[in-house]
């Protein structure tokens, strides 16, 4: 079964690097893109951006770039996001999701999440 | 960028009542990129519907999907206590939106 376990929760000062992991298993990795969302407190779901886990290719939302790194392991079949220069609305439940189809179809959408991670940004 | 709008914010029913929530698009969207998720408290997002209509794996035909171009809906038939949640609409232009939500209460 698929299955996408992500690394612990984390506490981070302001202005450090934070790196959450997403284990993924049960499908061929390489075929379908891996998403970054995150949620904060009490608030809706915010698209992080994406990586294409053959390649390595990404693509990220306007609002993170510079600041944001999505990187793969496929011989792991993980993916990694870095986020840096941390504040405190940074504090959230960051979630990797998996596209349903693989990369050359056309349907848009994540049916599988992993647990999601909280990062807390705090001095 | 493409901005999602739902409404109602929140709407409240009783069991077996039906819900109409709404999902407008800033421009035109295609259908196979629009998508439903639920969303309970401490949980990751479940996909209900992609392709604007068709239901994911397992979701219950309580559940459907319609609309195109800038205006999608997703009905709950039948409501059971179980459908309290949040859900979400979601579309993929050059990249990933969620609208802002729309949280069903079940009296």
């Known amino acids: 079964q698929v299955q996408l376990v992500q690394s612990g929760a984390e506490l981070k000062k302001p202005g450090a690097s934070v790196t959450v992991s997403c284990r993924t298993s049960g499908y061929t990795f390489k075929f379908h893109y891996l998403h970054w969302v995150r949620q904060a407190p009490g608030q809706g779901l915010e698209w992080m951006g994406r990586?294409?886990?053959?390649?390595?290719?990404?693509t990220y939302a306007q609002k993170f770039q510079g600041r944001v790194t999505m990187t793969r392991d496929t011989s792991t079949n993980t993916a990694y996001l870095e986020l840096s220069s941390l504040i405190s609305d940074d504090t959230a439940i960051y979630y990797c999701?998996?596209?349903?189809?693989?990369?050359?179809?056309?349907?848009?959408?994540?049916?599988?999440w992993g647990q999601g991670t909280l990062v807390t940004v705090s001095s | 960028e493409i901005v999602l709008t739902q409404s109602p914010g929140t709407v409240s029913l009783s069991p077996g009542e039906r819900a109409t929530l709404s999902c407008r698009s800033s421009q035109s969207i295609s259908s196979s990129y629009l998508g439903w998720y639920q969303q309970k408290p401490g949980q990751p997002p479940r996909l209900l519907i992609y392709g604007a209509s068709t239901r994911a794996t397992g979701i219950p035909d309580r559940f459907s999907g319609s609309g195109s171009g800038t205006d999608f809906t997703l009905a709950i038939s039948r409501l059971e206590p179980e459908d309290s949640a949040v859900y979400y609409c979601?579309?993929?232009?050059?990249?990933?939106?969620f609208g802002p939500g729309t949280k069903v209460e079940i009296k």
């Open positions: 999701a998996k596209e349903k189809t693989p990369k050359w179809e056309v349907v848009r959408v994540c049916d599988y």
């Open positions: 990586i294409n886990p053959d390649s390595g290719g990404t």
């Open positions: 979601q579309q993929y232009g050059n990249s990933f939106t």
